[in-house]
């Protein structure tokens, strides 16, 4: 594996760099897909393309019947103002890979030609999934899996560059590698009135401030500190005049947990405190929430064997801390066992982060997760 990692790292690199001056957003991939596609064509490997509206999937076959393992990257960009001044930088304003899902490309192809050239040492399938939209609400993951990514699997596999991680090490989390990722908007209904007299109007401004702080006892008085959750209010409108008490107030904002249980937790306590609102404010909250994305979940039996790959290949794979970033891997997680690891991209000297305009990670992370998620293909279907 390391000999053939060594041979097309360059190549890799190349095609990295080529997606990362050409990004695209959503489902809107059909370069991206091109690209993914013509290099399974090279490399010999029959690919199905529009699934999930733009997603690619590879099939390898191994040499005897076993299970099948999905092994997935997501292909899009983010809408963001490239500010990094590198020779291969994005040539679509407004456009950017900041979260390196070029990388993740890059890598996959990778492990496609490693794993294609030992098919034969294999005893079941390899199904690489090259997954549109993971950065928007319509998440590509749901898409693909509607459209029968998952028929058949028995395990999934996915991963992530890390930049608070070295280059050439991995990380791993235990339980939830990415949090949920809930939504709400509360439109609290008052009646209008005049500033000067209050008490003929129902004030649903000093509603939404009372709404304000309960929502934020949820946290900090109702789940244990064990199974942490973020609660965020970041929108907030109502009024359109100094002096006149509005009719209605809107607030929107996240609820971010580790766990299904904290989750749950989360949804009803928001839903009481609404409710008590309604009675002590003699107002109406018209609430919205969003179930949006589950936890990514891994498995503990098939992430110690993924750890267990990794030392084995010769690379370095430790715990990190969990926080609460989202992910849509998460609905493959919730249907199949699955085991999730983090590819260290920092580059000595720098402190980058994900979603950042000028982020630049160590290309060298794209062999490094060649050589991880190769090797623990090999060992799950041996």
């Excluded at 999930?52 to 019947?65: E, K």
Aim: glycine share 12%; hydrophobic share 40%.
């Amino acid at each position: 594996m390391d000999a053939i990692v060594q041979d097309i790292a360059p190549k890799l690199i190349g095609i990295r760099r080529d997606l990362h001056a050409h990004p695209e957003i959503g489902f809107e991939l059909q370069r991206t897909a091109g690209v993914v596609a013509a290099e399974l064509a090279r490399l010999g490997i029959a690919c199905r393309t529009g699934v999930g509206r733009t997603g690619v999937v590879a099939d390898i076959i191994g040499g005897a019947p076993g299970p099948c393992l999905v092994i997935r990257a997501d292909m899009d960009a983010l809408p963001i103002q490239e500010m990094t001044g590198l020779a291969y930088a994005s040539t679509i304003p407004g456009r950017m890979h900041a979260c390196g899902h070029d990388l993740h490309t890059a890598t996959l192809l990778g492990v496609g030609a490693v794993l294609n050239q030992l098919s034969g040492k294999l005893r079941g399938t390899v199904r690489l999934v090259f997954q549109p939209a993971e950065e928007t609400i319509d998440s590509g993951a749901a898409a693909m899996i509607a459209d029968g990514v998952l028929d058949g699997v028995d395990m999934a596999l996915g991963f992530h560059n890390e930049p608070g991680v070295p280059a050439g090490t991995s990380g791993y989390i235990r339980g939830a590698s990415f949090a949920s990722a809930d939504s709400f908007q509360i439109t609290i209904e008052g009646r209008s009135g005049h500033a000067a007299q209050p008490h003929e109007a129902v004030d649903p401004i000093m509603a939404a401030g009372y709404l304000l702080t309960q929502l934020q006892t949820i946290v900090s008085r109702e789940i244990n500190p064990i199974r942490s959750a973020v609660l965020t209010v970041g929108r907030i409108e109502g009024g359109d005049a100094y002096n006149i008490i509005p009719d209605s107030c809107m607030m929107a904002g996240t609820i971010r947990t580790r766990a299904p249980e904290t989750r749950d937790a989360m949804e009803a306590a928001v839903r009481r405190i609404c409710a008590g609102t309604e009675i002590m404010h003699r107002v109406t909250c018209n609430l919205a929430y969003s179930r949006n994305l589950p936890p990514v979940m891994n498995d503990d039996g098939l992430l110690d064997k993924t750890i267990a790959a990794v030392r084995m290949q010769g690379g370095a794979i430790h715990e990190i801390d969990g926080g609460f970033g989202a992910e849509d891997f998460a609905f493959f997680s919730e249907r199949v066992p699955s085991s999730h690891i983090r590819i260290g991209s920092a580059q000595p000297g720098r402190r980058d982060r994900v979603h950042n305009s000028n982020y630049q990670p160590d290309e060298s992370c794209i062999g490094h997760g060649v050589l991880a998620l190769s090797r623990t293909a090999m060992e799950l279907l041996n």
